[in-house]
């Protein structure tokens, strides 16, 4: 299997499975889950080939193991980043590392500095444990930026964390009383 075809799939499931079911007419429970054969049909109506071993391709290939399969093998979600109104994964509290990274592009910092870190669209803020990663994640939107967030002060202060699967740090939000910005 090509790269770019892996590359191109998983780009296909984070929007389907984080964003826009309805886009194929795939139904997502409370918790993310749909059904492998649902997806796989709906992709075709959409003209998109997908397999099961394609899918389980991408599931276990990802680097940033942001989809699962579940036990049973019937059933598929992405795990952290949704902004469909309909899902709301439960994620158990957690207490932080000490500070948490997040990425951003230089054009957003202006406003972040004001307004601090919003999910926007999606239901809570994505933050890392490592600087790389967030400066991955800026250089998706342009030039990088990395925004060092006090966790440990946020947390002693009642703002509420999760950890999901794929060890990414989640937040409702961070006030910019909590961060800066890195170098």
């Known amino acids: 299997m090509s790269n770019s075809k892996l590359v191109q799939t998983s780009k296909f499931l984070s929007f389907v499975l984080r964003h826009q079911p309805e886009a194929i007419g795939l139904t997502l429970d409370t918790d993310g889950w749909g059904d492998v054969d649902e997806l796989i049909a709906g992709a075709a109506r959409q003209g998109r080939q997908l ?48 500070v948490l990274f997040h990425g951003t592009a230089s054009r957003f910092v202006a406003a972040i500095s004001r307004e601090g870190l919003k999910p926007g669209s999606r239901h809570y803020i994505h933050l890392s444990t490592d600087e790389q990663t967030a400066r991955s994640v800026g250089l998706r939107y342009g030039l990088p930026v990395v925004l060092v967030v006090d966790a440990a002060r946020m947390h002693a202060q009642g703002f509420v964390f999760h950890r ?6 989640l937040t409702a939000r961070v006030p910019p009383a909590f961060m800066r910005r890195l170098g």
């Open 51 to 98: 397999s099961r071993e394609l899918i389980e391709q991408v599931v276990a290939t990802n680097d940033k193991k942001r989809f699962e399969i579940s036990a049973d093998g019937q059933r598929i979600r992405a795990v952290q980043g949704h902004s469909t109104r309909g899902v709301d994964r439960p994620f158990e509290p957690r207490q932080p590392p000490d």
């Open 164 to 169: 999901a699967e794929n060890g990414v740090w």
